[in-house]
């Protein structure tokens, strides 16, 4: 049981730091400092993106529209983070 454990833990907390990664480059991008011309961050980007987009779009439609701000990867850390503190520990019985 403790096998699976470690297993969604190891997953949830790859999915944190893929999400960090995505928050704060979009940040960079937006104030201009990595630039989406360049091959390596546009690869990057693009690549975060897809593989985020599938945990965001859910979000995205139960949220309000806030246009020129989104919501979503911020629901979603925060999801992640309830789930790897308190979710998992309860769920297997450790906490």
């Known amino acids: 049981m403790l096998a699976v ?23 960079l991008i937006n104030f201009q400092v990595l ?12 690549g975060l ?10 979000i995205r439609r139960f949220m309000p529209d806030t246009r020129p701000l989104d919501l979503a990867p911020l629901v979603a850390f925060i999801i992640v983070i309830w789930a790897r503190a308190w979710l998992l520990p309860v769920a297997f019985g450790l906490r």
Request: net charge negative; glycine share 2%.
């Open 35 to 46: 630039n989406l011309h360049q091959q390596l961050v546009s690869q990057i980007w693009y």
């Open 49 to 58: 993106n897809r593989l985020l987009e599938p945990i965001y779009a859910p």
């Open 5 to 27: 454990y470690g297993l969604l833990d190891l997953i949830l907390s790859v999915a944190y730091f893929v999400m960090i990664v995505h928050i704060i480059m979009s940040w």
